[in-house]
């Protein structure tokens, strides 16, 4: 089992930046494909981002292309989200999840474990 914490998030103004954090542990990091999901409230969660295993492919979700990064140190066993050009809309708690193997299927009832995520507030 994969555990999962997440850290980075706060209150920003719209236009500006956060970046987001998720350390992984219980299993070689360097196996697991890394994902961010979010859920604003009311809503379902949704991906937002994933990498794969060395970090050379990433996908992203089309509302957030252009304006987020998802990275990851192996070394450190941690993925990142940087977020840039923030909207109100991004307004949602961030999830980091994990797979051993990379697919576009992104829905989020398929994923095992989850971290506490981490609650991102973007003002206008």
């Known amino acids: 089992q994969v555990q999962l914490v997440e850290s980075g998030g706060g209150l920003v103004q719209a236009g500006g930046s956060l970046r987001l954090s998720c350390a992984a542990s219980?299993?070689?990091?360097?196996?697991?494909?890394m994902y961010w999901f979010r859920q604003a409230p009311g809503q379902e969660r949704e991906f937002v981002a994933a990498?794969?295993?060395?970090?050379?492919?990433?996908y992203y979700a089309d509302s957030v292309k252009g304006r987020f990064t998802i990275s990851r140190d192996n070394a450190k066993n941690t993925v990142y989200l940087q977020m840039n050009s923030l909207k109100p809309e991004d307004t949602a708690v961030y999830y980091c999840?994990?797979?051993?193997?990379?697919?576009?299927?992104?829905?989020?009832?398929?994923?095992?474990?989850w971290g506490q995520g981490t609650q991102v507030t973007v003002s206008s």
């Open positions: 999840a994990s797979r051993t193997y990379y697919s576009s299927n992104y829905n989020y009832k398929t994923f095992g474990s």
């Open positions: 219980g299993r070689t990091f360097s196996t697991l494909v």
């Open positions: 990498v794969n295993w060395s970090g050379s492919n990433t």
